[in-house]
């Protein structure tokens, strides 16, 4: 991209160096969730939304005015735009892979909601694309930028917790209540598990944030709802090098959001209201992190004193820093944290997980990311 520096030696008035120009990007798919993220990054220094495409005229006329943007009646007229420098792509996820890759081919750098993909078929394309071309790929996996969650690897990371021994993530909503048949979250095929692919994927990539790659997946679920083939309630055991994994999903209670990290010297517990995650600017004034110690040791066991103790979390926006950190590394020198390989690796334990559910056995990791390796 060029920079925009109209400033002139010559001029008797010349005016400070404006800076680089801001990444100019685009919206693909405008549903809620684009209308979250545009809130989000609208008003950055670093990115600016230029233009928008879905194919509902009404929907499209209707984002563009509502955020000030041009739009495009096609995806082959907006890639073939040189005012544009990359996507973000909000569109469902069996829609990820042609969008991906035309935008590959075009050259247009990609953000693309999580999961990059659920069929592995699709990752396979989506892969090719991005290796076979010099865009930069960022998956949004915005839960992992929040300040629990970013205090809590620094705890880890420091050893003042010690080690940890099992983590256990867990995330509800009432969605599945209001499921009809026919929805396509309520397909196994499209959404294999529910809410293991809508709402798991977000604690996959913190589990593995938090304790590296998971090796292997044994999962159980349920589906109680007559009509409703899809599971609504899933609980999945990883097995990680030196830690397991607790990853449960549920549709069919109050919505819940938290991890709790069992390690040899503390204990930490992470709560998010889910409510605030939609306003990114606010989400970290509605979490809490605690710490628990032995703040007085015995040989006794049950002469032992537990202290709790709130941990500080700094305010963050976990949804602009990633789009900034995707137009800082299109700009350059800067990288994505989560790129291709832990999109990919995300979805693999995801399907390993489904793969156990439907075979009721453990599934490894390394099974998954072979076939698509393959594909």
């Not at 990820?96 to 750098?109: M, N, T, W």
């Not at 963050?316 to 690796?345: C, K, N, Q, W, Y």
Request: charged share 25%; proline share 6%; with cysteine.
């Amino acid at each position: 991209m060029t920079l925009e520096n109209p400033t002139s030696a010559e001029s008797p008035t010349a005016q400070a160096d404006p800076g680089p120009a801001r990444v100019r990007l685009a919206a693909v798919g405008l549903g809620r969730w684009a209308r979250v993220m545009a809130r989000a990054y609208t008003g950055s220094e670093v990115v600016e939304l230029r233009s928008c495409y879905t194919r509902n005229d009404e929907r499209r006329a209707a984002f563009a005015a509502d955020f000030g943007c041009e739009q495009d009646e096609s995806l082959a007229a907006l890639l073939a735009r040189d005012d544009i420098d990359g996507l973000v792509i909000t569109a469902p996820n069996d829609q990820h892979a042609p969008i991906i890759e035309a935008a590959a081919a075009a050259g247009k750098h990609v953000y693309t909601e999580k999961p990059v993909a659920v069929s592995l078929a699709d990752i396979a394309r989506i892969r090719r694309a991005v290796l076979g071309s010099q865009i930069v790929f960022a998956c949004g996996h915005s839960a992992r930028r929040l300040s629990g969650l970013r205090e809590m690897k620094r705890i880890l990371d420091t050893g003042t917790a010690g080690s940890p021994s099992m983590v256990e993530a867990v995330f509800g909503n009432e969605r599945g209540l209001e499921l009809k048949v026919g929805d396509w979250r309520a397909d196994p095929v499209q959404s294999p598990g529910g809410p293991l692919t809508q709402l798991g994927i977000h604690q996959i990539d913190n589990l593995q944030y938090l304790l590296g790659p998971a090796r292997r997946a044994v999962a159980m679920g349920q589906a109680p709802r007559p009509g409703i083939a899809n599971e609504l309630a899933v609980g999945v055991l990883l097995e990680f090098d030196s830690s397991l994994g607790y990853l449960g999903c549920n549709w069919l209670s109050p919505g819940s959001f938290t991890i709790d990290m069992y390690c040899t010297s503390a204990r930490l517990r992470y709560e998010l209201d889910f409510t605030w995650w939609s306003k990114s600017a606010q989400t970290d004034a509605h979490t809490r992190l605690t710490r628990t110690v032995i703040a007085a040791d015995s040989a006794d066991p049950d002469a032992r004193v537990l202290r709790e103790e709130e941990v500080p979390l700094p305010p963050r926006d976990h949804l602009r820093e990633e789009i900034e950190e995707f137009g800082r590394a299109i700009a350059g020198p800067a990288t994505v944290e989560v790129g291709l390989a832990e999109a990919v690796s995300n979805v693999a334990v995801l399907q390993a997980a489904a793969r156990s559910l439907a075979g009721t056995r453990p599934v490894e990791v390394s099974e998954i990311l072979a076939e698509v390796e393959e594909a």
